[in-house]
Protein backbone atom coordinates (compact mmCIF):
# COMPACT_ATOMS: atom_id res chain seq x y z
CA UNK A 1 0.00 0.00 0.00
CA UNK A 2 1.79 3.55 -1.21
CA UNK A 3 -0.44 5.85 1.04
CA UNK A 4 -1.47 5.52 5.17
CA UNK A 5 -4.56 4.61 5.64
CA UNK A 6 -6.98 7.80 6.80
CA UNK A 7 -9.44 7.65 9.79
CA UNK A 8 -12.59 9.37 9.75
CA UNK A 9 -14.13 9.49 13.07
CA UNK A 10 -18.02 11.23 12.47
CA UNK A 11 -20.29 11.33 15.43
CA UNK A 12 -22.60 13.05 17.03
CA UNK A 13 -21.82 16.59 18.03
CA UNK A 14 -18.43 17.37 18.74
CA UNK A 15 -17.64 13.84 20.13
CA UNK A 16 -15.33 12.89 17.57
CA UNK A 17 -13.50 16.14 17.27
CA UNK A 18 -12.84 15.32 20.87
CA UNK A 19 -11.49 11.56 20.52
CA UNK A 20 -9.13 12.80 17.78
CA UNK A 21 -7.67 15.85 20.06
CA UNK A 22 -7.17 13.02 22.83
CA UNK A 23 -5.32 10.94 20.48
CA UNK A 24 -3.35 13.55 19.15
CA UNK A 25 -2.11 14.45 22.97
CA UNK A 26 -1.44 10.63 23.46
CA UNK A 27 0.51 10.03 20.67
CA UNK A 28 1.70 13.68 19.21
CA UNK A 29 0.73 12.29 15.64
CA UNK A 30 -1.84 15.24 13.83
CA UNK A 31 -2.58 13.80 10.64
CA UNK A 32 -4.54 10.03 10.47
CA UNK A 33 -7.72 11.17 11.76
CA UNK A 34 -10.44 14.01 10.70
CA UNK A 35 -13.31 14.70 12.23
CA UNK A 36 -16.98 14.87 11.11
CA UNK A 37 -19.71 15.74 12.86
CA UNK A 38 -23.55 15.13 12.09
CA UNK A 39 -24.85 18.22 13.43
CA UNK A 40 -27.10 20.37 11.31
CA UNK A 41 -27.09 17.80 8.56
CA UNK A 42 -29.69 15.51 7.08
CA UNK A 43 -28.15 12.08 5.95
CA UNK A 44 -26.97 13.01 2.39
CA UNK A 45 -25.35 16.33 3.89
CA UNK A 46 -23.98 13.95 5.83
CA UNK A 47 -22.73 11.64 3.34
CA UNK A 48 -21.27 14.99 1.26
CA UNK A 49 -19.09 15.73 4.55
CA UNK A 50 -17.39 12.29 4.48
CA UNK A 51 -16.75 12.24 0.80
CA UNK A 52 -14.89 15.42 1.22
CA UNK A 53 -13.18 14.36 4.74
CA UNK A 54 -11.73 11.04 2.42
CA UNK A 55 -11.23 12.47 -0.72
CA UNK A 56 -9.64 9.55 -2.97
CA UNK A 57 -8.17 7.94 0.20
CA UNK A 58 -8.46 4.43 1.58
CA UNK A 59 -9.62 4.23 5.02
CA UNK A 60 -11.27 3.04 7.74
CA UNK A 61 -14.31 5.24 9.11
CA UNK A 62 -15.38 5.10 12.94
CA UNK A 63 -19.11 6.03 13.76
CA UNK A 64 -20.36 6.25 17.27
CA UNK A 65 -23.50 4.26 16.88
CA UNK A 66 -24.88 1.14 15.21
CA UNK A 67 -27.73 2.04 13.67
CA UNK A 68 -27.51 5.81 13.81
CA UNK A 69 -27.33 8.45 11.26
CA UNK A 70 -23.78 8.37 11.26
CA UNK A 71 -23.63 4.75 10.67
CA UNK A 72 -26.00 4.85 8.15
CA UNK A 73 -24.28 8.07 5.98
CA UNK A 74 -21.38 5.54 6.60
CA UNK A 75 -22.36 2.29 5.42
CA UNK A 76 -24.50 4.00 2.51
CA UNK A 77 -20.91 5.68 1.43
CA UNK A 78 -19.04 1.98 1.75
CA UNK A 79 -21.49 0.43 -0.18
CA UNK A 80 -20.03 2.69 -3.13
CA UNK A 81 -16.26 2.77 -2.57
CA UNK A 82 -13.55 -0.13 -2.56
CA UNK A 83 -10.72 0.72 -0.07
CA UNK A 84 -13.38 2.10 2.78
CA UNK A 85 -14.86 0.21 5.77
CA UNK A 86 -16.82 1.30 8.44
CA UNK A 87 -16.59 0.51 12.18
CA UNK A 88 -19.38 0.75 14.44
CA UNK A 89 -18.80 1.74 18.40
CA UNK A 90 -15.69 4.15 18.48
CA UNK A 91 -13.55 4.47 21.63
CA UNK A 92 -9.78 5.32 22.00
CA UNK A 93 -8.40 2.72 22.36
CA UNK A 94 -9.34 1.32 18.78
CA UNK A 95 -8.28 4.94 17.78
CA UNK A 96 -4.82 4.68 19.22
CA UNK A 97 -4.38 1.02 17.96
CA UNK A 98 -4.85 2.79 14.29
CA UNK A 99 -2.61 5.26 14.40
CA UNK A 100 0.46 2.88 14.48
CA UNK A 101 -1.14 0.20 11.85
CA UNK A 102 -2.11 2.45 8.93
CA UNK A 103 0.07 0.75 6.39
CA UNK A 104 -2.39 -2.17 6.55
CA UNK A 105 -5.43 -3.03 4.00
CA UNK A 106 -8.51 -1.10 5.08
CA UNK A 107 -9.95 -4.48 6.35
CA UNK A 108 -6.91 -5.28 8.59
CA UNK A 109 -6.57 -1.97 10.20
CA UNK A 110 -10.79 -2.74 10.90
CA UNK A 111 -10.75 -6.01 12.23
CA UNK A 112 -7.49 -4.84 14.56
CA UNK A 113 -9.54 -1.76 15.77
CA UNK A 114 -12.53 -3.92 16.44
CA UNK A 115 -10.65 -6.05 18.31
CA UNK A 116 -8.89 -3.59 20.47
CA UNK A 117 -11.47 -1.59 21.01
CA UNK A 118 -13.38 -4.44 22.13
CA UNK A 119 -10.64 -6.06 24.78
CA UNK A 120 -10.39 -2.25 26.20
CA UNK A 121 -14.22 -2.34 27.62
CA UNK A 122 -14.72 -3.81 30.93
CA UNK A 123 -16.15 -3.34 34.33
CA UNK A 124 -13.76 -2.15 37.30
CA UNK A 125 -12.73 -4.57 39.37
CA UNK A 126 -13.32 -7.69 37.34
Known sequence: MSEPLIGVVVTHSAMGA???EAVRCITGETEPFVAV???GC???ALIDRLQTAIGEAQGVVFVDLPGGS????????EHTRDGLK?????NLAMLLDFVYHRDCTPDVAAARAVKTG???IRTVGS
Open 118 to 120: MRA
Open 86 to 90: VVAGV
Open 70 to 77: CYQAAAQL
Open 37 to 39: SNE
Open 42 to 44: NRQ
Open 18 to 20: ALV
